[in-house]
């Protein structure tokens, strides 16, 4: 079946301009990330979607990151006035919630942020 | 301290050869580990999970946990040109349907 997608796949941006990075889980996952992984770093968590609760934002490094989710489904990464070390690998990933042996994350191909 | 830690490499072994991938974590409380692979310029695919004690296979690759050493690892048997990645470590804490901590990875060259 389909995987998670993520639109676009590279984007190359002009400091301080804003930008909207989409993802797309994988149909029937409640549970959507997002993480991002610079060069020669780990992947460090930004936010966590569970269903209809309130998000889990505390990976969030500044106030210019926000992200949504609608309808339970696609979710829009929003980085505002972007910066130079927000170059990156933009990954989200998403999983089934409810039984202990469904926690696995499927992650997506990954959005490269470029700015400039 | 960091919270999931691993020799970053490279670890390079001959074709044919077992390679033994370690992490080490933290956070006694943590319930789940996964092992991801990484080849260059792609997104992590999950490999193995583990959440009991002791050892789990799967094909060629053999996840390890120990709890009280608080120590996780992952063996790839017989191991192929193909294998050459970096490999993530990660960790689920107490909670159910949380977000992962991931090491930094190790980075694994295969020599035909």
């Known amino acids: 079946g389909a995987g998670v997608s993520q639109s676009p796949s590279n984007k190359v941006t002009e400091k301080g301009k804003d930008v909207e990075l989409r993802c797309d889980p994988i149909s029937g996952h409640t549970a959507l990330y997002w993480y991002r992984q610079s060069l020669g770093q780990g992947l460090e968590f930004l936010i966590y979607?569970?269903?209809?609760?309130?998000?889990?934002k505390s990976g969030l490094p500044s106030d210019r990151f926000s992200a949504e989710r609608t309808g339970g489904s696609v979710s829009t990464l929003t980085i505002q006035r972007t910066q130079q070390e927000d170059s990156a690998v933009y990954l989200c990933a998403s999983s089934i919630s409810g039984t202990l042996s469904s926690y696995e994350q499927y992650f997506g191909p990954g959005t490269r942020l470029t700015v400039t | 301290q960091k919270e999931v830690e691993q020799n970053s490499g490279p670890l390079s072994v001959p074709e044919g050869a077992i390679a033994s991938l370690n992490c080490t974590y933290s956070?006694?409380?943590?319930?789940?580990f996964f092992w991801y692979r990484q080849y260059s310029g792609k997104s992590p695919e999950l490999i193995m999970f583990?959440?009991?004690?002791g050892d789990k296979e799967d094909g060629r690759f053999t996840a390890q946990l120990n709890k009280a050493s608080q120590y996780v690892s992952l063996l790839i048997r017989d191991s192929q040109p193909s294998d050459s990645a970096t490999y993530l470590c990660?960790?689920?804490?107490?909670?159910?349907?949380?977000?992962?901590?991931f090491g930094k990875g190790t980075t694994l060259s295969v020599s035909s």
């Open positions: 990660a960790m689920r804490g107490r909670q159910a349907g949380t977000a992962l901590i």
């Open positions: 583990i959440y009991s004690n």
């Open positions: 979607f569970q269903g209809n609760s309130a998000p889990d």
């Open positions: 956070d006694r409380g943590s319930q789940s």
